[in-house]
C-alpha cells in the first residue's frame, strides 16, 4: 500500500509534468543579451572600425519557435544612439519593442539598455533583426530562426540541412560620415564597395578571394537556404549556377512552391529555398553569385559578390582543378524579370495556412512614392538636381520629418501637439500622370504626419511609383503587419479597370513588397494591432530622404486589444 508521502510525491511529479507540458504548449521564453560595440573588421585590403553586435558580423541569429516569447537586452558601449527593429515580426500589442527610433521608442543612449519583450504569434519561418536609427543597419544585422511549434513541421520534405544566407553591403568608409555628407550637400550619397554573402565580398573584387563564402554540400541531398537581404540600398538578384532552387516562402509565409533559377530579394526580404543537389559527385564547383537590380537614374555598385558551391566527395580529397560553373543573372534593370518572378509568390490558402485576405475594404488610399526635391539653403550651392535643390523623397508629396520624442510614447500619453499631426493626405493633393512626363514643380513638403485607424479596420492602399527624377522600384516595408499583395501593373493605377483583376483568393501575405518601378502595387491589411506603425522604403537613402510615412491604430475593446502599458525602462530622448 503506497505511503501518503509516496502519493504525494506522485502527485507533484504529476504536478511537474502537467506544468512541463502546459509551458511547451504555450512557449519557452528565450533570453538573449545583444552588445552594441566596435569591432575591427577587415575587407578589400581595408581595415575598419565597424559597430557589431557582440563581435560579430553578420550578428548572431535569434532563434526562437512560434508562441515563445522573446526577451533580448541591448546594452549599448558605443558613441552612437541605437535601437533594434525586428523587422516582420508582428508585435501584437508590444509596439514598445518594435525598434525604430524616434517613431516606437528614443534611441538607446551610451552606455544605456533596453530589454526588448514580445511574444512570437501565429509565425514561423526567417525573418531579421537590425539597427533601426540611420544607416547603422550596415553592420549591425542578423537572422531571426523562428522554428515551427514542437509537434508542427514544415509543409514540404524536412531538408537534409538548413543554412542561412545574408546578403549585404560593405563600406570601405563609415556609412555614417556618408549619409551625413550626402544630408549635407543635397547630393546622392557614395554608394558601397562591394556586395557581400555572409560578410564576405568574394572572389571578383581585389584582396578578397580569401574572403569567399563557401557552401559545401553532398550529393543527392536536400538543403533549406534562408536568404535574407540585409543590404542598405540594393534591391539583389540571386543564384546559383546550374542549380535549381524551389522557393517555398517569402517572409515566413510559406508559399505554394515554385521552381526558378534565379530570384530576386529586395532589402528587408527573406526568401525561404530549397536546394536539390546533384545525385552524383559532379567533379566541378558552381559560383553562387549576387548583383544589383537598379532601375533609377543616379550612381549604383555595380559590381557582383560570389561564392562557391562545393561539393564533398565521398571517398577521396577534391581535385584542385575542378571546372568552375559560371551563374547567369538578369540584366541589371530587367524589370520584366521581376514582375514575373514577383507575381509567381502565392499564399498556400488551405485549412492550415489560410489566406485571411481582407474581402470587404472600410477604408480605401492612393498613395504616390517617388523621388522629389528641397530648396537648397540660402546663400549655398547644392549637389541635388541643380545647384539651387537637394534630394527629397515623399509620401503623397509629404517627406517625412523625425520628431525629436518618439510618436509613440506621445500618442499612449495623448501629447501629439507639436510632435505629430493627424491630417496625412489619404491621396494626392495635386493628381497628374504620374508615370509621365514629371510636373515642373518637384519641391516637397514637409512634416510629421499621420493617418489614424480604428481597431480593425480593413485597409486597402494601392501606392503608385512616380516619374519624378526619374521612375525606381521601391520596397515598401510596413511594421506591425503583414499585408496582402492582391494586384500589381505597369503605369497608372486604373480604379475602375484594375480591381477587376485584384487577387483575392491566394495572394501572397508579405512584409517588405517593391513598388514596380514606373508602376503601382495594391495590398490589403487589417488593422488589428494597437499602436504606432511606421511604413518606409527600405532603400535606406530613399528613407533618409523622407520616403517614410507612420499609421497609428487606436485600441480596440478587449483586453488583449489594447497597447500594453510602456516598460520602465523606455529609453528617454
Known amino acids: ?36 560595440r566596435y569591432h575591427n573588421v577587415t575587407r578589400l585590403c581595408h581595415t575598419r572600425t565597424i559597430l557589431s553586435v557582440n563581435r560579430r558580423y553578420p550578428g548572431p541569429p535569434l532563434v526562437a519557435r512560434e508562441g515563445d516569447r522573446v526577451i533580448v537586452k541591448v546594452v549599448n558601449h558605443v558613441a552612437n544612439n541605437v535601437s533594434i527593429h525586428w523587422h516582420g515580426i508582428r508585435q501584437l500589442t508590444t509596439g514598445w519593442s518594435d525598434g525604430p527610433s524616434y517613431v516606437t521608442q528614443c534611441p538607446i543612449q551610451t552606455n544605456q539598455s533596453y530589454t526588448y519583450n514580445f511574444t512570437i504569434t501565429g509565425q514561423r519561418g526567417t525573418l531579421l533583426w537590425h539597427a533601426h536609427v540611420s544607416w547603422l543597419r550596415a553592420t549591425i544585422h542578423g537572422p531571426i530562426i523562428i522554428l515551427p511549434k514542437h509537434n508542427q513541421s514544415y509543409p514540404f520534405r524536412k531538408p537534409h540541412k538548413e543554412v542561412t544566407i545574408i546578403l549585404g553591403e560593405w563600406f570601405n568608409v563609415d556609412p555614417e560620415a556618408i549619409i551625413s555628407q550626402a544630408l549635407k550637400t543635397g547630393g546622392g550619397p557614395n554608394v558601397s564597395d562591394a556586395y557581400t554573402i555572409n560578410g564576405l565580398p568574394g572572389l571578383l573584387y581585389n584582396c578578397s578571394s580569401k574572403d569567399t563564402y563557401k557552401l559545401k554540400v553532398k550529393p543527392g541531398k536536400t538543403y533549406l537556404l534562408r536568404l535574407i537581404n540585409a543590404a542598405l540600398n540594393d534591391e539583389l538578384f540571386f543564384t546559383i549556377a546550374n542549380h535549381t532552387l524551389t522557393v517555398v516562402e517569402g517572409d515566413a509565409i510559406y508559399t505554394k512552391p515554385f521552381d526558378t533559377d534565379k530570384l530576386l530579394i529586395t532589402p528587408g526580404q527573406t526568401t525561404n529555398v530549397l536546394l536539390k543537389t546533384k545525385p552524383e559527385y559532379p567533379n566541378a564547383t558552381f559560383l553562387i553569385a549576387a548583383k544589383p537590380y537598379f532601375t533609377g537614374q543616379g550612381t549604383f555598385d555595380n559590381s557582383t559578390t560570389m561564392g562557391i558551391l562545393e561539393y564533398e566527395h565521398p571517398f577521396k580529397k577534391p581535385s584542385k582543378n575542378l571546372t568552375l560553373i559560371q551563374p547567369n543573372l538578369p540584366q541589371i534593370n530587367d524589370t520584366q524579370f521581376v514582375s514575373n518572378f514577383t507575381m509567381k509568390f502565392r499564399s498556400l490558402a488551405n485549412d492550415e495556412f489560410p489566406a485571411n485576405v481582407p474581402k470587404t475594404v472600410d477604408k480605401r488610399f492612393f498613395i504616390t512614392v517617388g523621388l522629389g526635391t528641397s530648396p537648397c539653403p540660402k546663400n549655398a550651392t547644392c549637389q541635388g538636381p541643380t545647384n539651387s535643390t537637394k534630394f527629397a523623397a515623399s509620401v503623397n508629396n509629404v517627406s517625412f520629418t523625425l520628431p525629436s520624442v518618439a510618436i509613440l510614447q506621445a500618442h499612449y500619453f495623448g501629447q501629439s501637439n507639436g510632435v505629430y499631426t493627424t491630417d496625412f493626405p489619404v491621396e494626392p493633393m495635386v493628381p497628374f500622370n504620374y508615370t509621365g512626363i514629371a510636373p515642373n514643380n518637384t519641391n516637397v ?13 480593413s485597409v486597402e492602399l494601392v501606392m503608385q511609383d512616380t516619374s519624378i527624377l526619374g521612375a525606381e522600384s521601391h520596397p515598401l516595408h510596413l511594421h506591425g503587419f503583414n499585408f496582402f499583395v492582391v494586384g500589381q501593373g505597369f503605369g497608372n493605377f486604373d480604379p475602375v479597370k484594375d480591381p477587376a483583376r485584384f487577387n483575392l483568393v491566394d495572394p501572397m501575405e508579405r512584409n517588405t513588397a517593391g513598388v514596380p518601378a514606373g508602376g503601382w502595387i495594391a495590398i490589403r491589411f487589417l488593422a488589428d494591432n494597437p499602436g504606432v506603425w511606421f511604413m518606409h522604403c527600405h532603400l535606406e537613402v530613399h528613407t533618409s530622404w523622407g520616403l517614410k510615412m507612420a499609421w497609428i491604430v487606436l485600441d480596440g475593446p478587449e483586453p488583449n486589444q489594447k497597447l500594453q502599458r510602456p516598460p520602465s525602462d523606455l529609453p528617454r530622448c
Open 1 to 36: 500500500m503506497a505511503t501518503t508521502s509516496h502519493l504525494s510525491s506522485m502527485a507533484m511529479l504529476f504536478i511537474s509534468f502537467f506544468v512541463v507540458l502546459m509551458g511547451n504548449a504555450e512557449g519557452e521564453t528565450r533570453h538573449y543579451t545583444f552588445n552594441i
Open 445 to 457: 513638403m514637409n512634416g510629421t504626419r499621420t493617418v489614424v485607424l480604428p481597431f480593425n479596420t
